[in-house]
Each structure stands twice: as structure tokens, then as C-alpha cells.
């Protein structure tokens, strides 16, 4: 084969607004950028100016794979989607999120490394994309539909195995907090692009292709993938074989009594042996995936109907293919629904006020009101379908007190505890949206080690072993202080960036640390050995980390063109001055110290938190130096 | 070299497509699912998974169902090859398949079916569940 190598060449474009259809060369970013969060970033970055806003027209929903995508790297089935997102608050930012599944690859194989669509369709499209081939189509038959019944209608009417991602009736009404889906239980769910999706009258995509993703050197490529594959991590949740499947030692024994009774079989997405998703039927109920999704119900339904009831596994499972059926984001609705309880509890609102069965919070009828209230955005759902930040302002002062409680900052809701880990607390200052769900590496370092099971468990001489080398000192590891994190939070986003432009899962690509690996130490290498034996192109971890490292400084020069500043690096009240279990908080002039230390690293100003054009002139981003000197001399210019 | 079977188990099958990546790739130099010799189907809406694969039949119908000379060759590990040169696309070998097992190469009007990699059969090397072995006899 001749090539291209990795990528496939192209990225499709489309207007809804005008019905135009064109493409362009990857080439044009794939250098700086390689692909996923990288060329993302770079489009939003010339494309989406500040001032747009989520439900605009202008607004544009980026889907970017990356070299890997379609080949046999373990993992590489992800998709970026960049776009601003109507779910953060207060400042509706650009951001990123991703879905797995096998919609990225399948893009790959009809001929496109990514897709951008902007402008609105007059009514309802879905745009199908065969071979080569993009369509605009009536979505007349499929809107209000379910993402189930709508992609398998799609299926029908295209006369194809297509992959297929699309919305429910969440992202149709435009609720801040609806999901892209695909399959059953696969989505973008924590930006709130389903409702960017809405805003475009854009009901699906669907892909298929019988083009093939070519690699420069196939044997080094193969020896990669296996390398990669013999250290990756395993998915507590999965069912891989070869010792990757550990559900067994799962510490969660009502999940494991529901998977025991009801789940038929693993699902994985493609190219990826870890088989993280459960298909499971239960009777009246339905078909479909179940891992980490309804973990916003179990415990209520279970506490409600009895642990190991019927009735309880009912609206468990109902709850989670409702959730994904509708739409509707699972992970807002871990904190949502203890924060409807505490209200309730507090006297802040009553059934007959918000109109919701407050009372039987774990029934199913509890969820399905909940659900569809928000999916059709009637009666509550007028303000719950808003995420709950909007929700906690619309409901007063007791509301958001309640709120900060169980959100960290931008209206994403808690993951990980930041009074706990400093280095939580800190990726968690700098982001636009909740960083852990793409740091995952650096949570099975530090964070999460002490929960998983022998034999896998990280033992502290390997932990400390792997802080040394990665991060260059075992401080990073010792949650009483904050000396060292500033450095390991940098560390932590160019990694972060750098899997994500590939685009490998963030869950078991084996940077930091890896169960299955000799002393659990994970390997980065696997990145860049993968990538430069995909494309021809001679990478090392250095070149893929400065890479990593532009592409976090240009996400920044977006949010600070969006009003990002020093000042807004920073985490709701409450957890500066109500304890963790441990008795901690964050401790405000350390936190602001390694705030300090965090810019100087950077090169950024410490006062104000914005790059300096030095900074992003030496990584080879002048002409975003030249751009932000000029909205820095009046602000309110529009841009070039 | 000895002979090799296949046997297959789909309910171990967890939908990655390794199997149909690594195959293309070994038979067109890219990775590409649809051009695999082997055929996953699945539907993650009812959770039903068939796996399309040679068995490798002891005697092969389609290597006794094909009339043109020189299209099919028996090699030393039992495995039938087929010859897209000589191949005339005439789909007796397919009809004789009782596994649907032999599919028509998108590339062209001939037919392609698994040639066990020159017994080193990769689907069932890079298969992360074992549902698909190979098996010396």
C-alpha cells in the first residue's frame, strides 16, 4: 500500500443553512495537530469566535478521529467532538468531549478523518455519509424518535449496517443537558452537544464505508498493538478474557447481582479487548448496555424496592436505557437527583411545586417522570432540562447552596473529591469542563489505586516508582500538600492532550500505571511507538508531550477569548470550607500558590492567567499570539 | 505442517472486529473490516452475534464444487485457497458452503475465502476471547 498512512486525507464539511457540501485536507492540521482534540481545538479556534453562542447557527459541531482510528490499536475507537457547550456555566465555553463505539472508525473507512457541520437545516436532516458520499435527508419520519428506534429506523431506510450517532428527544428540545448516543449506551454526554445537535436540526449521522485505514509499516505497527495490548488497562466492568475481565472482584455487589441475573453477553467498542459494556435484558424492562451509566439510580433503586428485588433491578435498568433512550446525560444526574433529595429533605420543594414524586425517589415512575420531564422539557424539566447550575439560580438561594455541594465548578457536577487530592483539585481549576473523565490515567495512579482489588492493586514503592519517572518526583502521591502538583497537573494535561489527538481511551491506554503490567508500571511510549510505525512519521514522547502541550495552550487562548481569567481557575466555595471525611478542605493560600507555580510553569501571566505571546510563539502558535494581542487591545473587536 | 481447523463461539464474542482488522490487513494491506475473510455480525440492539469463517471442511464442497482449473489449491495445512486471477466469480464454490463462509472480494468480481494466513490463522491469534480457535489435528 502507498499511503496515505493513518489518516485517510479529508475532512468533510457541511452547511446546513446553504445545503453546501465540501471537504478539506487533513494535511492542513495534521502536522501541528495530528487529529482528535488537536484539530479540533484549531478549528474553533479560527472558526467559532467569541460571542457565538452554543444554540447558534455559527456554532459548529466538530467530530474529529485521529491516525489510529480504524486501525488495530487497542482502544482507538473514540471520536472527539469539539464545539461551545450549552452545559457549562457560567460562560457557555468551547470544549471537548468523546464517544466510543464504532461510529469513528466506520467515518474512517467511508473516507473522512473528521467532520464539521455548522449553519441550521430549515427542518429536520440527518445527514448520512456512504462511501465517500454525504447526503442531507428528511428527518421527518425519525424526529421525537429514541437514539434506539432512530438509529435502527436510519439502518433501515439506508439499507445498510450503518453506524450511526444521533439524539434523542433531550437534544431535539434543546436541553443543556442532552447526549450524542450510539449503539445503546455509548454517548457524548458531559458537554451537552446533543442540544448543539438540536439547535441544527440534525437528528443523526450515519456513516459506512468499505474504504480501508492504511499504516505506513504493518509488522512494527502489529508489534506495537500487541505491546500495547499486553500493558493496557482493563475495565473493572469488563469482560475481556486473557485475565482483563476481573468483574468478579468488583466491589459492588448489587451490581454484580444484577449482572449475574441479566447480563447475556460483553460488548466492546471496536478494536478494543476490554469489553466494558454488559448487554443485558430484563424482562419488561428491555434490551441493552448497562456499566457505569445507571450508576444515578442504583442505589436508590435498590434502597427503595430491596437489594436483589426484581422490582429494584426494573427501575435500575430502566433508569440507565431511558437515560440513553432519551438522551438525556447519566453523569448530571449522579448529583441532580441526591440534590432534588436534599431539597426535598430541606423543605425547598415539594411534589405539588416542582411536580415530580419526590417521595418515591428509587421507583421506576420517579425516573421516568424525571427523565421524560427533561427529554420533553415539560413541567420541571423546564428547568431541570437547563442543568442544574440554570436549575440552582432559577430555584433561589437555598437551591444553590444546595447545588455547591455536590458540583465542583462550571456546572459540572463532582468527580473524584478535590478537598482529598490536590492534583484533583487542580486539573479541576484549569479546565473548561470536569477533567477526569479524560485524566482517567492519572486517577488509577492516585486516586483510585487503594479501590481496585489484588492482585491489581498498585502497591505504594510502584506507585512512587511510576510518579519518579513520569512526573519526575513521588510528591505528586502525597495528598497532605500541594508542593509538586502544579508541575504534575501540567504534566498530566499534555498527556492528556496527547492520547486524545490519536485518539486512544483514556480509561485503558497504559501511560502511567497498568494492572497488567510487570511492577504496574504502564508504559507512554506505547503513544508515540503506535503512531510513528501508523504514519511513516519518526515521533518520540517528547514531540507527541510539546504537542500536547500547544494544543492545551491553544484551548486556553479560546477560553480566554471567551472571558476566561485568573480569577474564574477556580472551584465553588464550599469546598474551600466544608471538610472531607478526613477532616480536609482546600487549603485556599496553598491552593493559590500552586496556582501561581501552575502560570509560572506555563508561561502564562500569573496575574491574569492569559498565555503570554512568547509562550505561544515558541510553540509554534504566532499567529494566535497575533490574534490575542489584538483581542487583548480592545476586547470587543470582532475577530480576523 | 500439520492441518488446522477452525471452530468458533460466539457468545464469546464481544463485537471488537480484531479479528476482521488484522485479516484485512494481512490479505489488503489495510486495515479495512469489510474486506476481512472472516464476517462479524452484530447487533448491539438485540445482543445477537454470528461470526461468518471458513471451517475448513474435511473434504472441502467448495474446493470439489469448482469447475475452473487452476482457481482453487488445496495447500499443506488442509486450507483452500482461492486464485483471484483464474476465479471466473461463477459463485459454485459459495453455494457449496455450508457455513457461507466464502464472500465476494469488494474489490472485484472474484471470490475470497480464508486461507488460514499460511497457518498462522491471526483472527484467532488476536482474538482477546477465544471464540475463535485454531486447532492443529
Known amino acids: 500500500m502507498s499511503g496515505p498512512f493513518g489518516w485517510v486525507g479529508r475532512i468533510l464539511r457541511i452547511d446546513l443553512t446553504s445545503e453546501r457540501i465540501w471537504s478539506e485536507d487533513t494535511g492542513r492540521y495534521s502536522r501541528d495537530y495530528i487529529g482528535g482534540v488537536g484539530i479540533a481545538a484549531r478549528i474553533l479556534w479560527n472558526e467559532v469566535p467569541p460571542g457565538v453562542r452554543p444554540f447558534d447557527p455559527e456554532n459548529k459541531l466538530i467530530f474529529m478521529t485521529g491516525p489510529l482510528t480504524g486501525t488495530a490499536a487497542p482502544s482507538s475507537s473514540r471520536v472527539i467532538i469539539g464545539s461551545k457547550s450549552p452545559s457549562l456555566h457560567p460562560i457557555e465555553h468551547s470544549t471537548r468531549s468523546s464517544v466510543g463505539g464504532d461510529w469513528g472508525p466506520e467515518l474512517k473507512y467511508a473516507g473522512y478523518d473528521g467532520l464539521v457541520i455548522e449553519g441550521r437545516a430549515e427542518r429536520p436532516v440527518y445527514v448520512s455519509i456512504l462511501d465517500g458520499e454525504a447526503e442531507i435527508r428528511s428527518a421527518s419520519g425519525l424526529w421525537g424518535l429514541g437514539a434506539f428506534a432512530a438509529q435502527r429506523e436510519i439502518a433501515r431506510q439506508l439499507g445498510r449496517d450503518v453506524e450511526t450517532l444521533c439524539i434523542g428527544p433531550a437534544g431535539e428540545n434543546l436541553s443543556r443537558i442532552a447526549t450524542i448516543q450510539t449503539q445503546t449506551g455509548r454517548a457524548s454526554g458531559h458537554s451537552g452537544f446533543g442540544g448543539v445537535m438540536g439547535s441544527k436540526n440534525l437528528k443523526a449521522i450515519a456513516v459506512w464505508g468499505t474504504g480501508g485505514v492504511g499504516v505506513a509499516d504493518p509488522e512494527g505497527f502489529l508489534e506495537a498493538c500487541e505491546y500495547a495490548r499486553s500493558i493496557m488497562v482493563p475495565h473493572p466492568m469488563g469482560g475481556g478474557a486473557g485475565g482483563l475481565g476481573w468483574t468478579r472482584a468488583l466491589p459492588d455487589g448489587r451490581l454484580l447481582r444484577f449482572f449475574s441475573k441479566h447480563r447475556r453477553r460483553y460488548f466492546s467498542c471496536h478494536s478494543c479487548p476490554a469489553a466494558c459494556d454488559g448487554f443485558c435484558s430484563v424482562p419488561g424492562v428491555g434490551s441493552g448496555s448497562e456499566k457505569c451509566d445507571g450508576w444515578f439510580y442504583r442505589d436508590y433503586a435498590y434502597d427503595y424496592y430491596g437489594d436483589g428485588s426484581e422490582e429494584g433491578d426494573g427501575a435500575f435498568f430502566y433508569a440507565t436505557l431511558a437515560a440513553n433512550d432519551l438522551g438525556v446525560d447519566c453523569f448530571e444526574l449522579v448529583s441532580m437527583i441526591p440534590w432534588l433529595a436534599r431539597m426535598r429533605d430541606r423543605g425547598l420543594i415539594d411534589d405539588g411545586g416542582i411536580g415530580l414524586p419526590l417521595g418515591r425517589i428509587g421507583s421506576r415512575e420517579f425516573a421516568e417522570a424525571l427523565l421524560r420531564a427533561i427529554a420533553l422539557k415539560e413541567g420541571p424539566g423546564r428547568i431541570l432540562s437547563e442543568g442544574s447550575a440554570r436549575a440552582a439560580e432559577a430555584l433561589g438561594v437555598g437551591a444553590r447552596e444546595l447545588y455547591e455541594a455536590l458540583w465542583f465548578a462550571y456546572g459540572q457536577n463532582q468527580h473524584d473529591d478535590v478537598r482529598s487530592y490536590p492534583i484533583v483539585a487542580l486539573l479541576w481549576a484549569f479546565d473548561s469542563r470536569d477533567p477526569m473523565i479524560d485524566t482517567h490515567a492519572i486517577r488509577h495512579l492516585v486516586v483510585t489505586r487503594l479501590l481496585w482489588p489484588e492482585p491489581f492493586g498498585l502497591k505504594e514503592r510502584e506507585r512512587d516508582a511510576i510518579c519518579e519517572r513520569i512526573f519526575g518526583s513521588a510528591d505528586v502521591a502525597d495528598h497532605s500538600t500541594y508542593r509538586g502538583k502544579a508541575r504534575a497537573a501540567v504534566i498530566c494535561q499534555h498527556y492528556s492532550r496527547a492520547f486524545s489527538t490519536l485518539v486512544l481511551c483514556d480509561w485503558t491506554v497504559p501511560i502511567f500505571s497498568s494492572p497488567s503490567a510487570r511492577d504496574h508500571m504502564g508504559d507512554p511510549t506505547v503513544m508515540n511507538r503506535l503512531l510513528s510505525a501508523a504514519t511513516g512519521l519518526e515521533y518520540g514522547l517528547g514531540d507527541l508531550l510539546l504537542i500536547g502541550e500547544r494544543i492545551y495552550n491553544l484551548e486556553r487562548a479560546q477560553l480566554v477569548r471567551e472571558g476566561r481569567r485568573r480569577g474564574s481557575d477556580a472551584l465553588y466555595e464550599y469546598w474551600f470550607s466544608n471538610p472531607d471525611p478526613s477532616g480536609k478542605v482546600i487549603p485556599r493560600e496553598e491552593f493559590e500558590r500552586a496556582k501561581d507555580e501552575f502560570y509560572a510553569i506555563r508561561g502564562w501571566d500569573p496575574e491574569t492567567g492569559i498565555p503570554r505571546p512568547e509562550k505561544l510563539r515558541e510553540l509554534g502558535l504566532g499567529d494566535v499570539a497575533d490574534e490575542m494581542e489584538k483581542y487583548l487591545r480592545d476586547p470587543g473587536r470582532a475577530p480576523a | ?137
Open chain 2, 1 to 137: 505442517m500439520s492441518e488446522v481447523l477452525i471452530s468458533v463461539d460466539p457468545g464469546l464474542c464481544i463485537g471488537c472486529r480484531i479479528c476482521e482488522l488484522v485479516c484485512s490487513l494481512a490479505h489488503t494491506g489495510a486495515f479495512n473490516p469489510k474486506r476481512g475473510l472472516l464476517a462479524i455480525h452484530k447487533d448491539v440492539f438485540s445482543g445477537h452475534v454470528s461470526i461468518t469463517i471458513c471451517r475448513h471442511c474435511r473434504p472441502p464442497p467448495c474446493y470439489e464444487a469448482c469447475g475452473v482449473e487452476g482457481a482453487m489449491a488445496m495447500g499443506p495445512n488442509g486450507a483452500v485457497a482461492i486464485n483471484p486471477s483464474k476465479c471466473t466469480g461463477c459463485g459454485a464454490c459459495a453455494d457449496a458452503c455450508p457455513y457461507g463462509a466464502i464472500l465476494r472480494d469488494g474489490a472485484g468480481g472474484a471470490f475470497a475465502k480464508c486461507d488460514l494466513c499460511s497457518g498462522e490463522a491471526l483472527c484467532a491469534k488476536w482474538c482477546p476471547q477465544g471464540a475463535i480457535r485454531a486447532m492443529g489435528i
